[in-house]
């Protein structure tokens, strides 16, 4: 199974790229984040022409929105809400037997005070929330993927030293992330086959001149397999070229394999 997680900053309007991933990398399963649209305006049939007959979509206009798409059948289609919103960010499915969780963090605003930041407090909650539902043991086969909007690590922003105060890579969030992973176990199916001695990112800012040249990204986008899955992995990639393609999202695609 090839699966592949990208926050797509709408659906819509990167049809085109999402047919130009699936001809090149030919992922099994899609999962997208922030598809920015109601579901009954969701473009079942053009994604369905390029072999994603099978769809689980959670979506909200304007904003938010998840979906899992798929060659290959859907069960278990599910989806919960925290921090008593009705805002999308979660959706999931079994696929052969495998658990897939697609999650949309939210991102927390400027200010790293949730005191001061209402959207900073509302992504903490989530993250405790989302912990606290996954606490405790489990051995069935799951991916846990989507844009995260956390950089847990030192390389994986481009400057560990001056973004720590930023939000995305505080240590208040990442020290939630670490007990969310920790919350099961989750392996980190990225950087088990890419070096954390190496920089990589997934996201780079619209205001960059040059977001090539600069090289100012975070990775945001991630990919966690639960323990019994893990010995199945057999490849990750951050599709990194995408984000200089035409009209591109703001993050790109990170894909990983199992056997």
Same mark, same amino acid.
């Given at each position: ?26 992922? *099994? ?57 009705? *805002? ?10 495998? /658990?897939?969780?697609?999650?949309? @963090? ?22 405790? *929330? @989302? ?15 989507? *844009? ?15 973004? =720590? ?15 969310? =992973? ?19 990112? /997934? ?57």
């Amino acid at each position: 199974m090839r699966l592949l997680t990208w926050n797509v900053n709408s659906v819509r309007l990167r049809l085109d790229l999402i047919a130009e991933l699936c001809r090149t990398v030919r992922p *099994d399963v899609l999962c997208l984040q922030e598809i920015k649209v109601a579901d009954p305006l969701f473009p079942v049939d053009a994604l369905a022409g390029m072999g994603f007959v099978h769809q689980a979509v959670r979506g909200m206009k304007s904003y938010n929105g998840v979906a899992i798409l798929s060659r290959l059948p859907l069960d278990k289609i599910d989806g919960r809400s925290w921090c008593g919103r009705e *805002d999308c960010r979660h959706i999931q499915a079994e696929i052969e037997g495998i /658990t897939v969780h697609n999650f949309y @963090v939210p991102a927390g605003g400027d200010i790293p005070d949730p005191e001061l930041n209402g959207k900073f407090a509302h992504k903490l909650k989530f993250l405790d *929330d @989302v912990t606290a539902w996954f606490s405790g043991p489990n051995d069935h086969p799951a991916l846990l993927v989507g *844009d995260l909007n956390i950089a847990p690590l030192e390389n994986d922003v481009w400057s560990h030293r001056q973004l =720590q105060g930023v939000v995305s890579h505080t240590p208040i969030e990442v020290a939630k992330m670490a007990e969310w =992973q920790a919350s099961q176990g989750w392996v980190d199916a990225v950087r088990h086959f890419i070096s954390p001695e190496l920089k990589l990112f /997934t996201w780079w800012s619209y205001r960059a001149g040059d977001w090539n040249a600069s090289d100012r990204g975070r990775r945001l986008d991630h990919v966690w397999a639960s323990p019994a899955l893990a010995s199945r992995l057999s490849g990750a990639m951050v599709l990194r070229e995408v984000r200089g393609w035409t009209q591109a999202s703001d993050h790109v695609p990170v894909l990983v394999d199992l056997i």
